[in-house]
């Protein structure tokens, strides 16, 4: 049973596909979404007991190239609050896809899914609104991200997407002269998406 479990993740990893799944068709879609712990409560909480910033919109969007099980997503970010705008690009690997009509593993090209992806993510961030024109305040942040997408909602050509990461923020360092943190669990960051699929 050991060596079974463990098959049966390696095939997950490295293949994108548990059991027996059609090869994906390549498509192309845009995607929009806000981060929802700014949304709610704001920033992360300074020494003294104060958020960084108030409770505020902080938009991404994008588009994704998805082949076989892989997926390339180039993307724009802007935090107008605190002057924020990041320009990136994120590879990531479709690890596992679940049916949501039958419960069993999907095909990916017709059925209602719930889709799990992980990939790592790297973008050049600008403080004062500027991105790639004051190499001051410009940073290159790398992240490991995550993402659980439910994919084509009621068979259509729509999806939800929630995706969270652990990102190194050297904009902070710059900016503040603090050490860089990965934030995931000191300052969580994790963006509710829309996306439709365009062929």
Known sequence: MFIAAILII???TCTGQIGWQPDREDRISIINGFDVKNAIVGGKK????????TQAFVWKGGFSINRDYWEGHLFLSVFQQIDYTS???SINREIATFSLRSGYFAD????????F???VQGEFVGRDGMVM???ELTTFNPSIIGKIRWDRIFHSRFYLEFSGSFTARYDIKALNGDNSKWQMFENPSGFLSIG???N
């Open 117 to 119: 992806l992980t990939g």
């Open 46 to 53: 300074n020494d003294e007991g104060v958020r960084r910033n």
């Open 87 to 89: 320009i990136g690009i």
């Open 108 to 115: 990916p090209n017709n059925d209602s899914t719930l889709a």
């Open 196 to 198: 439709i699929i365009l």
């Open 133 to 135: 024109f004051n190499p």
């Open 10 to 12: 390696y095939t997950a």
